[in-house]
C-alpha cells in the first residue's frame, strides 16, 4: 500500500544500476496482472542499451529521463504471438479488429503498473512517458515492432536521484460517483477545482505562460487541440497499419 | 509485493460488507496514480444498490458476480469534468479526438489496477470484467455517462468466498523483448505455449469442446472474430457517440 500512497514521478536517476535479478523480480510482477481469458496479449520491451535509448528518445520529445534512466521499458498490445499460436494449430485468429487492440492495450496497461508498483516497492523510481500514443509509429519503427503489436505506454525505471513532493489531485468526490454518474453543476466545479487552482506553483505557471486560468495552460499550451488531432490521425493510421482496424 | 504475486481474480464473495473506510481508502489508491499531465481525466463509479447491480448485469452476460459482489466498480476515461472546467476558464478544450480518448482511458486503467492491489492487500477479492468495452453502450444508458464519458473496465470487489489456485502464465521469455522486439520462430511458440497447452484442465476444456487445440477453443468458442466484429462496431460507434472521433 505504502508504494501506491507514496508514489511520485521520478525523472532524476541515480547512476546505481539495477540488477538483473531485481529487473526480473519487477518484470514478473507484471506478468502476474489480470488479463482477459488470461491470453496475455501484451509484450514488454525493455531497453537498457544506450544506442538503443537514443534512438527512442526523439519519439518521446527528448525527455532526458529516457536517455537518463538505466531502465526503459514500453509496454505493448501483442496481438502477434498469440496470433502466431493460433496458425500454428489450425485456429483462425479474428483478432484483427479495435475491440482486440483495445483488449491487448487494456492487457499491456495492468502490467505496466504492476511492474511500476513492484519497482517502487523495491526503492525503484519510475516515470510514465505519455508521448508513447503520440509516436507510436516512430516507436513501432525503432522497436522492430511487427503487425498485432502496438506501443501503449513507456516507463522510465530506475534508483531516484531526487524525492519530488507527492503531487496535487482534486478531492475524491470529483472522480468517485455513488450508483450512478453525477453530472457536476458549475458550482461543483469551482469547488473541486478550487485547491488545484490556488497551489501557489500553479498561480505561477499561469503567469508564466501569460494566461489568465490554470486550465488555458492545459489547452493552449500543454495539450493543444491541433497538436491532439494531428497524433489522432497518426494512432488511429498506426491501428490500421498494425492491422487493428479491419472489418 | 505479495498482493501483486498472490493475485488470483475472485469470482465468488462472501455476505461480508466492505466498510465505507476501507472502500474509501482503497479508492484513495486509485487517486494516487499517474494520470497524463496531473489531468485525472476518469472517473470510477461505484455501484452496491442492487437495483443498480441488476440493472448492470446483462451488460456484462449476467456474470454472477455482478449481482453477488458487493461492489462494483465501473472505470471511465472522462474528459467531460476536465472539459467543463476548462468551458468555465474561458479555455477552449481540443479533446473531443481518438488521442485524447486514449489518453483517458490509460488514466482509468492505471487507477483501475491501483485499487485492485489496494484491495487485494485489504484481504478483498477482485475479478476484471472484459464485457465492459464490448457493452460499453448499454453500461452508458444504466449508469448516465453523459459524453465524454466512456467506461473502459469494470472490477467487482468483496471479501473472497473463495480461494481458487494461482492460474497459469507464459514463460517470462514469452512476454519480455529485450532492447528490441524479436520476432516468435515457429519453434518459439511451441516451445513457449507447450506447459499451458499440457495443463489438465487445459486438455479437459480442449475434449469437452469437441477441438483439436487449444487455440481453437480461443478462436472458435471465447473469442470468435463475428462477436469481436459486432462489438468493434459498437464500441466506435460509442466512441463517436461520446465525442471522442471529431477530426
Redesign the interface.
Known sequence: ?NA??Q?R?VRKYSQKPVSDELL?QV????????T?????V????????TE?KEQLAPSHFNQPMVKEAPVVITF?A?F???N???L????????D????F??A??DA??V???V???AE??KLGI??L?TT??MADKIID?????AG?VP??TVTLGYPAEEPPL????P?E????????K??T?ED??R??AEKEGLEENLQFVKENNK?????V???V?????D??Q???N??KVLEKQGFMN?
Not at 42 to 49: F, K, L, N, W
Request: proline letters at 2%; a neutral charge; hydrophobic letters at 35%.
Open positions: 500500500m501506491i500512497t508514489h514521478s526480473n518484470l514478473h510482477a507484471g506478468t502476474r496482472a489480470s482477459t481469458g488470461n491470453m496475455q501484451y509484450s514488454m520491451v525493455v531497453t537498457r542499451d538503443v505493448c501483442d502477434n504471438r498469440f502466431k499460436w493460433c500454428q494449430r489450425d485456429a483462425e485468429p479474428g483478432y479488429n479495435f475491440l482486440s483495445m483488449t492495450a487494456i496497461l495492468l505496466a503498473q504492476n511500476c508498483i513492484a516497492d523495491n516515470c510514465y505519455g500514443t503520440y525503432t522497436l522492430n515492432l511487427p503489436v501503449v505506454t503531487t496535487d489531485r482534486l475524491m470529483a472522480v468517485v460517483h455513488y450508483e450512478k454518474y453530472e457536476y458549475s466545479i469551482d473541486l477545482y489568465t486560468s490554470l486550465a488555458q492545459f489547452t493552449d500543454r495539450y493543444k487541440k491541433a491532439n488531432l497524433f489522432s490521425g494512432l488511429l472489418q
